[in-house]
């Protein structure tokens, strides 16, 4: 099993910046790769960005492309995720994800086994 605790959300002004952070505990050595997920009320889960472990290859959601950045520490078993000009519409609850099988599509949610409890992100107009 693996337990996933994010932090880092908290309320920002329109254009601002916010970092996210993903800590895994458990038996993180069977992790394949990470993802970030959001959902606002109303909204279907929509997928923000993904690493694999190995080899750092990265992903993102056309909403964020060449906004957010994410990344990942395996000596700290940690994920973050940098965000920059942040919009109204970034405004959700951000779930950090895991996922330990190889092969799987890193922008689906059906591909991820662990979840986190999720941490708001609100953007102020």
């Known amino acids: 099993q693996v337990q996933l605790v994010e932090s880092g959300g908290g309320l920002v002004q329109v254009g601002g910046s916010l970092s996210l952070s993903c800590i895994a505990s458990g038996e993180t050595w069977s992790l394949y790769g990470m993802g970030w997920f959001r959902q606002s009320p109303g909204k279907e889960r929509e997928f923000v960005a993904a690493v694999t472990r190995a080899t750092g290859t990265t992903y993102y959601g056309d909403s964020v492309k060449g906004r957010f950045i994410v990344s990942r520490d395996n000596t700290k078993s940690a994920m973050y995720l940098r965000s920059t000009s942040l919009k109204p519409e970034d405004t959700a609850v951000y779930y950090c994800?895991?996922?330990?099988?190889?092969?799987?599509?890193?922008?689906?949610?059906?591909?991820?086994?662990?979840w986190g409890q999720g941490t708001q992100v609100t953007v102020s107009a």
């Open positions: 994800a895991a996922r330990s099988r190889y092969g799987l599509e890193p922008a689906q949610a059906i591909s991820y086994d662990y």
